[in-house]
């Protein structure tokens, strides 16, 4: 069964950071793209990050260009989202995906595997 578990959110002050991670099972990192979404109340859902398990390219939104870092753990079958410098703005519920395409996740915001959500709340 494939299951992907999101954790690390909570109350940060702006100007702080959170370490997000998604646990994957059921599959192996090393053939998904596996990518962070968020969405906040009354907006959108926003890709934030991908990254490739294959070769390990990496993919940000321009609003957490400098910000995030997005990086895997083969061993481990986790990926990170390291959000550093958050902003009010960055609230919102993250959560993980997977899927075999690149262009799925990144380009049409598709994908077969999803996970719950975690919170993320940023205070000014």
């Known amino acids: 069964e494939v299951q992907l578990q999101a954790s690390g959110g909570g109350l940060v002050q702006a100007g702080g950071s959170l370490r997000l991670s998604c646990a994957v099972s059921g599959f192996t990192f090393d053939d998904y793209v596996i990518g962070w979404f968020r969405q906040a109340p009354g907006k959108e859902r926003e890709a934030v990050s991908c990254i490739s398990g294959s070769d390990g390219s990496t993919y940000y939104a321009d609003s957490v260009k400098g910000r995030f870092t997005i990086s895997g753990d083969h061993a481990k079958n986790t990926v990170y989202l390291q959000m550093n410098s958050l902003k009010p703005e960055d609230t919102a519920v993250y959560y993980c995906?997977?899927?075999?395409?690149?262009?799925?996740?990144?380009?049409?915001?598709?994908?077969?595997?999803w996970g719950q959500g975690t919170q993320v709340t940023v205070s000014s």
């Open positions: 995906v997977a899927d075999i395409l690149l262009f799925r996740v990144w380009k049409r915001h598709e994908y077969d595997y």
